[in-house]
């Protein structure tokens, strides 16, 4: 049997739980699309990491982890922007959603959370194994 098969190297669990999450984020991203008549890279993004992904193309990787850098920067700009308006005015650095207040630390730990979760998954081994291209 070829030791490259999908036999000897199946899908991993860590991989399938991000292609879920991609599959919901791909969902959304198609619908905030329609919603604002307008694609931004951030959102729409996701779409050809998931096609690269399910089929298991040779640039799956390099697409994920570009992705992913993308994710970073505007996550990295997102946080300073947050933490130069709370030097300026305190009282206004809120979020809400639906009128319900969400706290800020737990926005930021969520999204620590996520993207090292998804950093795992794009730099481990097993997923390196999965998306190498078959000899």
């Not at 390196?128 to 078959?134: A, E, G, I, N, S």
Request: contains cysteine; charged residues 10%.
């Amino acid at each position: 049997m070829n030791k490259f098969s999908t036999v000897n190297n199946p899908l991993p669990r860590r991989l399938i739980i991000l292609m879920a999450f991609y599959v919901l984020l791909s969902i959304l991203a198609l619908l905030r699309s329609y919603a604002i008549q307008g694609i931004d890279l951030f959102t729409i993004g996701v779409i050809p990491v998931l096609f690269g992904l399910v089929k298991r193309t040779h640039w799956a990787s390099l697409v994920l982890k570009i992705y992913l850098a993308i994710q970073t920067l505007a996550m990295l700009a997102l946080s300073t922007t947050a933490i130069i308006a709370y030097q300026i005015t305190p009282e206004d650095v809120k979020v809400e959603f639906n009128g319900v207040s969400i706290p800020v630390p737990a926005i930021a730990l969520s999204a620590v959370l996520i993207l090292g979760y998804q950093y795992w998954v794009a730099f481990s081994q097993k997923t390196t194994q999965y998306l190498k291209p078959d000899c």
